[in-house]
Each structure stands twice: as C-alpha cells, then as structure tokens.
C-alpha cells in the first residue's frame, strides 16, 4: 500500500487529498467535520453527485485517522486538467457551474468559501466540482469571501478574451492566480472598461481599494450582507457571463477539414476507416488525439471502442468547435488547449503544484493526426524527438506522416530554405522501427499522407 | 461616550460574521463591493417598509384599509 499527497491540495488547512492504490482520497480535519457532515446530512452533496455536479465522497473506516478527522473516497476524474488548458467554451462553463453550484448549496444552507477554478475538472465537457471542503456552513449576513478569487479565476479572463478577442490561456499559465482587476482594466478597451457592469464591479471597487486599502492595517469591518443580496450577486455575475461571446476570427485550423483540398471525401473515408479499425483493435480507455482540430476523428474513435478521449489543440477557434461538438453529442470528449511544442509545464509552489502535461499521461493509446510536420518542419523539431516525443505518450499509437509535395506541407516551405534532408517517409519509418513495432501502414492520399500504428508493447 | 464607543465596538464586532473559515483573503475591493450591495438591499428592504406605512396609512385614513392587520374581526 503506497500513500501518497497531492502537492497541489495545501492552501485550505482543514483538509488534503492524497492517493492509496489508485485511490483518491480526502482527509478531513476534525475543524472541518462539522461542515462536510453538513453536506451530507443537508442533502446537497448526494443532490450535486445525482446530477454529475461533483465528484462523489463515500467515507471509509480503514485508512488511518486521528480522532474526530474523517478519510472520504472521491470518485475518479477521468483526465486532471487546468484553467490554463481550457478553450473560451470550457472556462465559460465552469464559472457557470461555480456559480449553480453555490446557488444550490445556499438552497442547502451551505456556501462556498472560494472561488477557485482549480476546484472544477470536467468529464466530457461537463464540469464537476472536486472540492468538497468548500462548502462550509452558510449564516445570513455572511459575504463571500471568494468573490475577488471568482473574478480573477473566470470573470477576468473571459472578459479578456470577449472583449479584446486576446486568448487568456497564455496569462492563466503565466500567473495561476489568475487575471487581477488592475491588469484587466489596463487591457480592455475604453468603451468596455466604461461599460456599466465593468465599472460598477470591477472599476469602482478596485479603484476604492486601491485608494484606501493598503494603509489600513486594522481588519476591515463590514455591514453584513444579506442572503438576497449575494443571491442577486451571483445570479448578476450568472447573467454577465452567460452573454458573454468570443471571436477569434477566421483561424487557420477552424474551417480545414471543410476547405482542406489534400484529401477527396474517398481519401478521408480511408482515413476514418483506419482511425475506427484502430481504436475496435486497441479498445483504449483513454484515448489522446494530439492536434484534436474540431474533433472529428476523435468522434470516431468514441464511437469505434474508446472510452473516453481527451483532445489537445493550440487553435482557440477550433477548439470552441470542438467544445461544440462535444456538448451536442454528450461525448465523452474534453478538446483541451496545448502547444505540442510547449506543453505545460509542472509549475505553481515548489514547481510542483499543477503537474506537467506528460506527468499526467494516461492515455492508453494517442492519434496523431497531420501534426507531426508542425513540429518537425514547423518548429523545427528533428524528426526523432518528434517521434520520441509522441511515441512516448502512449505505448500504441496512429502518428500521420506529411510528406514533402503535400500543399499543406509546401505551405510550410514556401518562404525558407528546406533544410530538412532527412525528412522523408523511409527516415520516418525507420525512427518509428527503432523504437517501436510498426504493426500497420495506410497510404491515405494521393500526396502520400500515410499513416504508421506503432505499438511499442511487448517484444518488437 | 466611552460607553458610547464601547457599545458600538460590541455591535460591529456581532455584525462581522464568523471568521473561522477565511483561509482566503477576500480583497479589499471585494467587501467595498458587496458593502454597496448590502447597503442597497438595505436600502431598498428600508423603502419596502416605508412603502407598507404609507400605503397602511393612506388606506386607514380613506376608510378602505382592514387596518393592517389582514384578518378580519369578527
């Protein structure tokens, strides 16, 4: 039996997540009792687990606890991922969950101590709140003391992105406290910063505090709010960001499949097919479609055997697309934002805090689809780590090869010097030999696109 | 006056909610703006009543008030 602590769970003393045997576990001091007895007893946490709005807690008797401290079960998250990693789409729907969440929980006589967006995973696109130790006990008067964290969290980086069309990830992974009032109002544009919700939540009081504020050392006093005023609150805050919109523009992933000229309907059916034979063969839990697009062929692989797929894309616009997809046909897809050329990296206290992107590998088998060319001609990435790089993401795989004469490739090419002599399907071939059992070879356009299915299990 | 001053200290003391779960700062700017709110709906629970009174009032002066009482006597 191994115990281990979760280094980001720390920031709220009275409890910490750690992991038995593939277990996720929660260690509730006996300060915090009262209220996590409150959650359940109150009937909130069995009302949010019955409609998937959080992770479930069943406590256990067999893993060691002081007197008076509780040790619950949490149900599995099927892909741990981070603010930061979320499309426009995604944050949008986990400010909108925080905020139904708290709702409900003060039907219930609880409310939320935070507001956190690390506190919110998604399975599919549907958010789930991890945290159960936000919820503490509710006295009318109380404020929320969460509200400055909600803003930076959610409200700040989406109104970055609506109103400025600048996406926020780049600044979430820069600073994991999210996107300050000051900052935000030194970006947005003047019509939006003198707009009348922007200037009554978020200009008037930064500028009181920032007036005043710092000098006074004495705790502030304040004149209790009532429970229809933080109702009236959240649902103001709930209303804001349900209209909130976002325009990329035209990028130039979102429309590739549709205008892409590589492939007749003949070539991508041959693609299809051998992506759906792939996964009916692998049956992965956890599938990773790298450079996922709009999700298209992370759709087929759902519907041929994979049980759940996390997509990994850096175009915002398609992401949103695929976002699109997802929640209109309840797939258990989630389109995550990431540079394969800079993946995230382990970061927050201690370097430690939120995990690199290849620490939380899990994917049973990947996709890799037109993506390795980026990297290799695009970024000039030589040709084997590329391949090092995917191949040791998961031990069986489908990696697409670009070759040169490719349109879209040539486009890659069109303005620099090719110095790229070793890049040619023989080499490629031979990088994947060395290193894993070529099972499978697809030709799948008339350009030459082909498509390698490594499997690196077992003996080669 | 110092008793006075003492009394209003032990009021704002039993105003400010409990402060055993703020393991989070909540920001200055934060409380301003739930204060306004708070004063608002105050404000507005104020003119609430105020209404109630003078509509009370008016009705038991034109005659066609049930005295505010709403059961009717028997």
């Not at chain 1, 400025?164 to 544009?189: H, M, N, W």
């Not at chain 1, 910063?193 to 705790?219: C, D, H, M, Q, V």
Request: aromatic residues 10%.
């Amino acid at each position: 039996m191994t115990l281990e602590f979760d280094q980001g769970s720390f920031r709220d003393p009275r409890g910490r997540i750690f992991y038995r045997d593939g277990e996720v576990l929660r260690h509730i001091a006996a300060s915090a009792a009262s209220d996590f007895d409150l959650y359940m007893e109150s009937g909130l946490g069995p009302a949010l687990v019955e409609r998937g709005w959080a992770v479930s807690s069943e406590e256990v008797s067999d893993a060691p606890a002081a007197d008076g401290d509780r040790i619950v079960r949490h149900s599995r998250i099927p892909f741990i991922s981070y603010p930061y990693e979320w499309s426009f789409s995604l944050l949008k729907a986990a400010a909108l969950h925080h905020i139904d969440t708290h709702l409900l929980a003060l039907d219930h006589g609880m409310t939320l101590s935070d507001g956190s967006a690390y506190n919110i995973q998604f399975d599919g696109v549907q958010p789930v709140f991890i945290d159960i130790l936000s919820f503490i006990r509710y006295t009318d008067g109380d404020h929320w003391k969460g509200h400055q964290q909600f803003c930076d969290h959610f409200l700040h980086p989406l109104l970055l992105a609506s109103g400025t069309g600048v996406p926020f990830q780049s600044r979430l992974r820069g600073d994991t406290e999210g996107i300050g009032a000051s900052e935000l109002l030194r970006l947005l544009p003047l019509w939006r910063k003198y707009s009348p919700r922007t200037l009554f939540n978020i200009l008037l009081p930064e500028r009181l505090s920032s007036a005043g504020g710092k000098k006074n050392a004495r705790p502030a006093s304040y004149r209790p709010l009532p429970k229809s005023g933080l109702v009236f609150l959240l649902r103001h805050l709930r209303k804001w960001i349900e209209g909130l919109g976002v325009d990329f523009g035209k990028t130039t992933w979102s429309d590739y499949y549709s205008a892409s000229n590589n492939y007749d309907d003949r070539e991508t059916e041959q693609k299809r097919a051998v992506v759906a034979e792939f996964c009916r063969t692998c049956r992965p839990r956890m599938l990773w479609d790298i450079g996922c697009n709009t999700g298209t062929y992370s759709e087929i692989a759902l519907s041929s055997g994979a049980g759940h797929v996390i997509g990994f894309d850096f175009d915002t616009a398609a992401l949103e697309a695929a976002h699109h997809r997802a929640k209109e046909k309840s797939l258990a897809f989630t389109p995550l934002f990431q540079d394969s050329a800079n993946p995230s990296p382990a970061q927050g206290w201690s370097g430690a805090e939120r995990r690199s992107l290849g620490e939380r590998r899990n994917a049973d088998a990947i996709l890799a689809l037109a993506l390795e060319h980026h990297l290799a001609i695009g970024r000039n990435v030589p040709l084997a780590m590329v391949v090092d790089w995917l191949i040791g993401l998961a031990p069986t795989g489908l990696i697409e090869f670009i070759p040169k004469g490719d349109s879209n490739l040539d486009l890659l090419l069109r303005n620099r010097e090719d110095i790229f002599a070793d890049y040619t399907e023989a080499n490629f071939h031979a990088l994947i030999s060395e290193r894993a059992r070529v099972v499978r070879k697809d030709v799948v356009s008339g350009s030459g696109r082909t498509l390698f299915w490594y499997d690196r299990t077992g003996s080669r | 006056m110092f008793v006075f001053g003492f009394t209003l200290g032990v009021v704002a003391l039993a105003l400010l909610p409990s402060q055993a779960h703020a393991y989070l700062d909540p920001g200055t700017g934060s409380m301003l703006l739930q204060g306004i709110i708070a004063a608002i709906a105050g404000g507005l629970a104020a003119i609430k009543i105020f209404w109630a009174r003078i509509f009370s009032t008016v009705s038991r002066l034109v005659g066609r008030g049930d005295g505010g009482g709403g059961t009717p006597s028997k």
